[in-house]
């Protein structure tokens, strides 16, 4: 299982115009600087943490725990033997 192309496209779409769009239309005030500053940081880390929870869907770490009559039934079904034991 691989990464598709459409998701990445799509959701680093979504967080390049929150971090590059909408710092570019904050109106002129005293602290417009500090709003683009939050909004590209907010931008840049929802996107990294998107893709590092994304990608760990592609790994994972942790597998399903069954039990012996369910390993035994898809052994059976998958044309597998096992050694009961």
Known sequence: MGAS??????????WASVGIGLP?????GPHQN???CTLMLTGA???LFWL???MAQMNPL????LNQHAIFMIAREWGNTLKEG
């Open 34 to 36: 500090l709003i683009r």
């Open 62 to 65: 942790i597998g399903p725990k």
């Open 24 to 28: 570019m239309m904050t109106p002129k």
């Open 52 to 54: 590092c929870c994304y």
């Open 5 to 14: 192309f459409f998701p990445i496209l799509f959701f680093t779409a979504i």
């Open 45 to 47: 880390t929802c996107w």
